[in-house]
């Protein structure tokens, strides 16, 4: 039968490689990876596994029927030809999910896999200064852990309020009061110039002693490897699909974080990086593998666990929503919803989880809200 060929073996390509089994993929199915791990799963990295409480995220997944190679590095692509750092692999159809990687400061740690994972655990013992770059979700779950672990921590922001690249000012604005509970001291408004060996160099000048530097400023498509081949990628990285995760190369498909596909939902190609994309991606591209598929617009979504918080996402809100408060923050769960011609287009939810498994549904519907009820956090979300 013919060769298929998973390129990336963290969520989205063991989500791939699985569906495709399952749905009957005739020929023989490889998963290849760069890490020595089996296919893992990353969220945990930041939570569970940085406090201790888990040393390992391997995914449950009964891998018969899939060739697994761990520790292989793919280098290049031509058609038909997929070459790596142990040999060149013949392929019939290929799906690339090779994700993304964080965005380094030399002499930073970053947190991404979990050999990162387990390194920065063990240097978090107490009395220990950790400086985190970045008050975005990885630094915050980070400092969260980090102050558990009876660590000082302060964390550098070069915009004015956490989260400034996601969030209005001044919902970015509440959470700063978030890092003050917790004990995290928070500097806004201040980049950082250089990490030193035991310090880190603010821009204004300041120098901050630091036991360990973090940062956690994004993270790019891993798409280097793919310089020079026929598959065509956005100024960021990006891979550019079509709506059912096709490349420009016929017979290779991509899907996960080093994906940019077109959203009919939001007007817009999407680079999405969080775990339900690499899970949905995953599976869709295997059903347009096998030519099943249909196109691909789920709501984005994600969550972070932070400060004591659960913290969710869901849709994608413009400048020009309006923005609706659902509950009060001064109450400890709250819910701000967007609204674009009284249609629902994104929330940020904090511990209310039920408003963001209705939220979803009616994004997903694109049904009209009456503002008033959706306004009464007492009120279940529904349409008008
Ligand atoms: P990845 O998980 O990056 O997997 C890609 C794999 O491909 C990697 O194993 C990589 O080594 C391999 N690879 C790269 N280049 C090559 C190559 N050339 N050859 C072979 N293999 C290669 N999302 C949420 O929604 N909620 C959360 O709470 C959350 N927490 C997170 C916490 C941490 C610490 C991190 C790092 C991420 C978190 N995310 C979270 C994001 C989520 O984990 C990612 O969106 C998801 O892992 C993406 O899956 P992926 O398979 O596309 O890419």
């Not at 013949?90 to 002499?107: C, E, F, Q, S």
Request: glycine share 12%; net charge negative.
């Amino acid at each position: 039968g013919d060769q298929m060929i998973v390129v990336g073996s963290g969520m989205a390509g063991a989500q791939a490689a699985l569906a495709l089994r399952q749905g009957g993929w005739a020929g023989p199915i490889r998963l290849l990876g760069a890490e020595r791990e089996l296919p893992y799963d990353r969220p945990p990295l930041s939570k569970d596994v940085l406090l201790g409480q888990r040393d390992s995220t391997t995914l449950d997944i009964d891998w018969a029927g899939v060739d697994l190679m761990p520790g292989r590095r793919a280098t290049g692509l031509e058609p038909g030809l997929l070459h790596t750092d142990r040999g060149s692999l013949p392929y019939d159809a290929l799906v690339i999910a090779t994700g993304a990687k964080p965005v380094t400061l030399p002499g930073a740690r970053t947190l991404r896999t979990l050999d990162d994972a387990l390194a920065l655990r063990a240097s978090l013992r107490p009395g220990r200064h950790l400086v985190l770059v970045g008050a975005g979700w990885i630094g915050a779950e980070t400092a969260t852990v980090a102050r558990q672990l009876g660590c000082r921590v302060t964390v550098v922001e070069a915009a004015a309020t956490p989260l400034a690249g996601a969030l209005p000012a001044e919902l970015g604005g509440l959470m700063t009061q978030w890092y003050a509970d917790a004990g995290v001291e928070l500097r806004c408004g201040v980049g950082v110039a250089a990490v030193e060996p035991g310090a880190v160099l603010l821009a204004d000048g300041t120098e901050l002693a630091a036991d360990e530097v973090v940062v956690g400023i994004g993270a790019r498509p891993a798409t280097g490897w793919l310089a020079g081949s026929p598959v065509e990628l956005d100024r960021a990285g990006a891979i550019l699909t079509d709506d059912q995760l096709r490349t420009s190369l016929p017979g290779v498909w991509a899907a996960g974080d080093c994906v940019s596909y077109p959203s009919a939902r939001l007007g817009t190609r999407v680079n999405v990086q969080h775990w339900d994309h690499a899970l949905q991606s995953g599976r869709a591209v295997a059903a347009s593998v096998l030519g099943a598929g249909t196109p691909y617009d789920p709501v984005p979504y994600f969550w972070s666990e932070q400060f004591g918080r659960m913290v969710q996402y869901a849709g994608r809100h413009a400048g020009g929503d309006l923005m609706l408060w659902r509950g009060s923050a001064e109450d400890p769960a709250w819910t701000v919803l967007w609204l674009r011609d009284g249609r629902l287009t994104g929330l940020l939810s904090v511990d209310r989880p039920r408003d963001v498994n209705q939220a979803k549904k009616l994004i997903e519907r694109g049904v009209p809200l009456d503002p008033v009820a959706a306004a009464d956090p007492s009120v279940q979300l529904k349409a008008a």
